[in-house]
């Protein structure tokens, strides 16, 4: 066969495949019309439609996109979700099934019974292509193959998309691994990190059906990254994964204060939850007078004794505050039904529900497991030095409970302000009071900027297992554990560190230079590698106008379909895009209101686990001469572009640039 027929032969395929698909998901509606005229098969009928909802055509994203031929007699086809005939034979296979890893691991030297790999390639959804590699012969070709550049350097704006036709076998590895283990995966920029996590969800959620009742949640490092990722698990058909970022865990809509670093990074420490679990339990009063329960006749006493022996292995064990105090309530019933009986009397069952919610009981149990909020308990904590001390003495320095006193009290606990680490304590001190809901698996991207407390925070929500994203080298918060030995420290479970070397975003030309801050800021990382050569990728601008010629840089772009990000110094954003609007050029956050703009603004703060076609970054100087984290935020800056990327600057470049 030429290729051209092959290419018509494999559309007809494709064209199959959807007929296919339309036949099942109509049979499925019709066994749910019959199903709907049996009563009681309610149940039926709505797990029948959730099927053929499923398997709605959305013509969104390509049947499938690769094909291997070897295990079976015949070609095997590869796609998003599972297709098969009327006589229930596959059409195309689930990406996620383990027959599909040959797809993505098969080489020449393993391999694993596939003579050949084919990928396709789609203009939308219309087979426009193929690209064949044979693994019966070694020609020692091991970079990229032409499609899989050709998917990462089209032109694109708008959210993240799903690498799942060009998985790696490195990544493929990660994602496939078994749920029981924790993962902390450390990789440079652009070494598909995030689309790693997120397949790794879709995959566990396929393999392990009780993680769709558990749930699995997604953490992210502020909204307008969550809002960009927040696409690809649906369409991987997976659209009941929660996301958040990490501060979305525990704010609410008040917005939180600014704090010193120091301040916040000691609110972050390890040692406060020793601290607060101190302040929590300090507060128990021993009972020291008898409870007499009016609400049975006769009445009961229950002596101080008898309260201390009826609660003394839940103080032992610290069992969660309320869980505690319903604990104590359901023995303390125990105890006034068998001091009845022995009475003579009896207590029926409908009087020990009601005994249940009697007010001498309920005061019996808050009385001795105060009923103080966490956000009364840490206010206690911040404004009173005894209490603190109580809480912290052998913790804490006496320096150290200064930083954290507050210098003036708000009148009270409802007039505080809280900063983003304060919200952390809060949640901390809540979980001593109650644990938090938790997920069968909890993905965590940027990890490498997590504090101890957020770290517990987000492990408290965690009931299963957890993978770890994050490049230690992107660092930028004073209270991040530090290294992946300090955050697999603070889990409390057993962890495997995996890594990812080649950077499918960042072209060679640009990694070069991003790579020479390495020695300063991360010493003892290796060298980002990059899957992709782009001559001409990289251009620096010298001028003495920046915003003139940025505007000039700019209009140069507006034919071309590229999206552009303009990195730039936090303390310059407002300045900028107020020059832009002067100039009648629309610019927007990345992903802002959920429009997506074809110029984007970033502040660099904002701009991490971000990417663009083409970057324009603004005077590095401003920005390595921003803070402690400058040459970090820079060489995050240098590491948004998959194309292009202009340097542009008035003051000298910092020396690691070349300067
Ligand atoms: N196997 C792949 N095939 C095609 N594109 C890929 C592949 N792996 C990663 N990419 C693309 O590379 C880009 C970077 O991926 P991703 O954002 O996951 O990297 P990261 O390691 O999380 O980066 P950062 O450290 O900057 O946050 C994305 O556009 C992603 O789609």
């Known amino acids: 066969m030429t290729a051209e027929q092959e290419l018509l032969s494999e559309r007809d395929y494709l064209d199959h495949a959807h007929v296919c698909l339309k036949h099942s998901r109509e049979q499925l509606r019709e066994l749910a019309a019959r199903a709907r005229r049996r009563p009681g098969d309610e149940l039926m009928v709505e797990w029948l439609e959730w099927r053929a909802d499923q398997l709605r055509d959305a013509n969104e994203s390509p049947l499938f996109f690769g094909r291997i031929d070897g295990p079976e007699p015949k070609p095997c086809y590869i796609g998003r979700r599972y297709v098969s005939d009327e006589r229930d034979e596959p059409v195309v296979i689930d990406w996620r099934t383990d027959m599909a890893a040959r797809f993505y691991r098969a080489t020449p030297s393993r391999r694993m019974e596939v003579t050949r790999r084919r990928r396709f390639g789609f203009d939308g959804v219309t087979l426009t292509s193929f690209d064949d590699e044979s693994l019966t012969e070694d020609t020692g070709d091991t970079g990229l193959s032409r499609l899989v550049i050709a998917e990462i350097e089209r032109s694109h704006y708008g959210p993240m998309r799903d690498i799942v036709a060009t998985i790696q076998p490195d990544q493929d590895e990660i994602v496939r691994t078994e749920l029981a283990s924790t993962l902390i995966v450390q990789g440079g920029p652009g070494t598909g990190k995030t689309a790693v996590g997120l397949h790794r969800a879709a995959y566990l959620l396929y393999e392990h059906s009780r993680l769709r009742r558990e749930g699995v949640l997604v953490v992210g490092p502020n909204d307008l990254f969550v809002r960009y990722i927040s696409r690809v698990l649906p369409t991987l058909g997976e659209s009941q994964v929660v996301h958040s970022s990490v501060d979305g865990l525990v704010t609410d809509r008040k917005k939180p204060v600014a704090e010193e670093p120091q301040v916040a990074a000691l609110k972050g420490d390890a040692r406060m939850a020793e601290v607060l679990r101190r302040a929590v339990w300090s507060g128990l009063r021993p009972p020291t007078e008898d409870v007499v329960v009016r609400e049975t006749s006769p009445y009961v006493r229950i002596t101080p004794d008898v309260v201390t022996e009826l609660c003394s292995d839940l103080v032992d064990r610290q069992v969660p505050l309320t869980r505690a105090r319903e604990h104590l309530i359901e023995r303390a019933v125990s105890h006034v039904r068998r001091n009845l009986e022995e009475r003579g009397h009896a207590l029926t069952d409908g ?275 921003s803070g402690p984290d400058g040459r970090r935020l820079l060489y995050i800056a240098l590491t948004r572009a998959i194309s292009r990327l202009t340097l542009l600057h008035e003051r000298q470049l910092p020396p690691e640039l070349g300067a």
């Open 351 to 625: 009087e020990a529900r009601r005994l249940i919610r009697a007010k001498s009981l309920r005061d019996l149990a808050s009385g001795i497991f105060p009923n103080a909020t966490p956000a009364q308990v840490l206010f206690a904590l911040l404004t009173d030095a005894d209490v603190l001390r109580r809480a912290a003495d052998g913790i804490l320095t006496a320096d150290e409970q200064a930083i954290l006193s507050w210098p003036t009290a708000p009148v009270s606990v409802g007039r505080a302000k809280w900063s983003v680490a304060d919200r952390f304590l809060i949640d901390e001190i809540a979980g001593l009071m109650a644990p938090p809901d938790r997920y069968g698996h909890v993905v965590i991207d940027e990890a490498q900027d997590l504090s101890p407390i957020q770290l517990r925070a987000i492990m408290r929500r965690c009931a299963g297992s957890a993978t770890l994203l994050g490049d230690m080298a992107q660092r930028t918060t004073a209270w991040a554990a530090g290294s992946w030995e300090a955050v697999a420290a603070h889990l409390g479970v057993t962890t495997d560190l995996v890594r990812l070397t080649t950077s499918f975003r960042v072209p060679r030309e640009i990694i070069a230079v991003a790579n020479a801050l390495l020695p300063t800021i991360s010493p003892d990382l290796p060298p980002t590698v990059s899957g992709r050569h782009v001559p001409g990728a990289l251009t620096t601008v010298a001028c003495d106008d920046v915003p003139a010629e940025l505007v000039h840089v700019l209009r140069a772009t507006e034919h071309h379909p590229d999206s552009v990000g303009i990195v730039l110094d936090d303390d310059r954003f407002a300045a900028v895009r107020k020059h832009l609007a002067k100039e009648g050029i629309e610019t927007g956050l990345p992903h802002e209101d959920g429009s997506d703009h074809k110029i984007s603004l970033v502040p660099v703060s904002l701009a991490k686990g971000l990417e663009f076609d083409h970057v324009v970054l603004i005077e590095p100087a401003e920005i390595t001469g």
